[in-house]
């Protein structure tokens, strides 16, 4: 076990906020987990990181930080895999392309851990973490005991968990149990990855496609689009796409067709509810590469604000967040909310 008092902790986020924590814990077993739960010397309150590429520090943070060191993967044939909580998810789904199992390569490249996916259900081109968890297993820090929490208990949805809400700070994800697919089971529909991995590869067919061929392919569709946290900070999406119903879907078209902002991307999620991309929102009502102070929105896209200049602030930050949300509700009465948790 690692610990430390008064760390900076501004490489533990991908923002790259410059804050330090009161305590700073790295555990490499669950036995050392337990007793980092039970040890009342330790400041707190506890928070749990993961690779920190969701959350945005607002302050130095004055209870104790745990990450989890814990990098086992585990082959249990007939494609279920066990991963510890601190794998790199890329790792992860490298790993799974590597032996052929489908499921986890349109999640390809996206920063983070694989404790962190099973709170987040995090999600890309038509795939989502939940869609591949069969459980989750877990300390309870209300009895120290381990527990495995099958996935239909975690109530999944669009970036979004129990872990998130009443399970919040009473279980300590261990490692995630996946069930991939042996068979062919690509997913191409979503957006433009069918034509990228055509044109890469000449063909869609699913019988002479592999699961790292599309790993490569979303890949390089990430790489395009998104900035490279180990050069420009950002925590992602920094906006959730909001769900929109009817009337507020055509309140927006008309506005589009008034202003020529040209046709309004949507997709129906159920009756009368459509999502709408927050990007779009954003895009037009023009603070594509804005800046307030070091925080800026990323010019190639607007979903994802970047510490343009290095030492932005974390209330610069949120300047930006407050101004943006302001202006998409002033012109297309939509509120946006954040992806992002502040700590
Ligand atoms: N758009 C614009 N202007 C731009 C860029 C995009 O108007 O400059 C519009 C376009 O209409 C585009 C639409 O926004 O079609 C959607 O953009 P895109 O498909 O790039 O991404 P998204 O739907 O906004 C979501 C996830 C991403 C994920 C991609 C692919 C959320 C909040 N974000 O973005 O997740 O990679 O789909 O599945 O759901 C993340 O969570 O950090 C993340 C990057």
Same mark, same amino acid.
């Given at each position: 076990?690692?610990?430390?008092?008064?760390?900076?902790?501004?490489?533990?986020?991908?923002?790259?906020?410059?804050?330090?924590?009161?305590?700073?814990?790295?555990?490499?077993?669950?036995?050392?987990?337990?007793?980092?739960?039970?040890?009342?010397?330790?400041?707190?309150?506890?928070?749990?990181?993961?690779?920190?590429?969701?959350?945005?520090?607002?302050? *130095? /943070?004055?209870?104790?930080?745990?990450?989890?060191?814990?990098?086992?993967?585990?082959?249990?044939?007939?494609?279920?895999?066990?991963?510890?909580?601190?794998?790199?998810?890329?790792? /992860?789904?490298?790993?799974?392309?590597?032996?052929?199992?489908?499921?986890?390569?349109?999640?390809?490249?996206?920063?983070?851990?694989?404790?962190?996916?099973?709170?987040?259900?995090?999600?890309?081109?038509?795939?989502?973490?939940?869609?591949?968890?069969?459980?989750?297993?877990?300390?309870?820090?209300?009895? +120290?005991?381990?527990?495995?929490?099958?996935?239909?208990?975690?109530?999944?949805?669009?970036?979004?968990?129990?872990?998130?809400?009443?399970?919040?700070?009473?279980? /300590?994800?261990? +490692?995630?149990?996946?069930?991939?697919?042996?068979?062919?089971?690509?997913?191409?529909?979503?957006?433009?990855?069918?034509?990228?991995?055509?044109? @890469?590869?000449?063909? *869609?067919?699913?019988?002479?496609?592999?699961?790292?061929?599309?790993?490569?392919?979303?890949?390089?569709?990430?790489? +395009?689009?998104?900035?490279?946290?180990?050069?420009?900070?950002?925590? +992602?999406? /920094?906006?959730?796409?909001?769900?929109?119903?009817?009337?507020?879907?055509? @309140?927006?078209?008309?506005?589009?067709?008034?202003?020529?902002?040209?046709?309004?991307?949507?997709?129906?999620?159920?009756?009368?509810?459509?999502?709408?991309?927050?990007?779009?929102?954003?895009?037009?009502?023009?603070?594509?590469?804005?800046?307030?102070?070091?925080?800026?929105?990323? *010019?190639?896209?607007?979903?994802?604000?970047?510490? @343009?200049?290095?030492?932005?602030?974390?209330?610069?930050?949120?300047?930006?967040?407050?101004?943006?949300?302001?202006?998409?509700?002033?012109?297309?009465?939509?509120?946006?909310?954040?992806?992002?948790?502040?700590?």
């Amino acid at each position: 076990m690692n610990k430390g008092f008064d760390i900076d902790i501004s490489g533990m986020n991908t923002f790259r906020m410059k804050v330090s924590c009161r305590c700073l814990v790295e555990y490499e077993s669950v036995e050392e987990l337990k007793a980092i739960l039970s040890d009342v010397n330790l400041p707190r309150p506890l928070f749990h990181i993961g690779g920190g590429s969701n959350l945005l520090f607002t302050k *130095d /943070f004055p209870g104790t930080v745990l990450h989890c060191a814990m990098k086992g993967m585990k082959d249990l044939g007939s494609g279920r895999v066990y991963a510890e909580a601190g794998v790199v998810w890329d790792d /992860f789904c490298a790993w799974c392309a590597s032996k052929g199992l489908w499921g986890a390569e349109n999640l390809s490249y996206i920063p983070g851990e694989v404790g962190a996916s099973a709170v987040q259900n995090i999600g890309a081109y038509g795939r989502e973490a939940g869609d591949l968890i069969e459980s989750v297993s877990c300390i309870d820090a209300v009895t +120290g005991r381990e527990v495995i929490i099958p996935a239909v208990e975690c109530e999944y949805a669009y970036r979004d968990s129990r872990f998130k809400h009443d399970w919040k700070g009473r279980y /300590f994800v261990t +490692g995630v149990t996946f069930r991939l697919s042996t068979e062919p089971d690509p997913e191409l529909d979503y957006g433009h990855v069918r034509e990228a991995v055509k044109e @890469k590869y000449g063909t *869609d067919d699913p019988a002479l496609l592999t699961p790292s061929m599309i790993r490569d392919t979303v890949t390089d569709i990430r790489k +395009g689009k998104l900035p490279e946290v180990s050069e420009l900070g950002s925590a +992602g999406s /920094f906006f959730r796409n909001p769900y929109v119903d009817g009337a507020t879907l055509d @309140k927006i078209r008309r506005i589009a067709n008034e202003e020529n902002l040209g046709n309004v991307p949507s997709f129906g999620i159920r009756e009368d509810c459509f999502k709408v991309p927050a990007a779009w929102l954003i895009d037009r009502c023009g603070w594509k590469g804005r800046q307030i102070g070091g925080a800026a929105v990323y *010019d190639k896209q607007p979903l994802v604000l970047v510490n @343009k200049s290095g030492s932005a602030t974390p209330d610069e930050v949120i300047t930006l967040e407050k101004e943006i949300k302001a202006s998409v509700l002033d012109k297309f009465g939509v509120t946006l909310e954040k992806e992002v948790e502040y700590v």
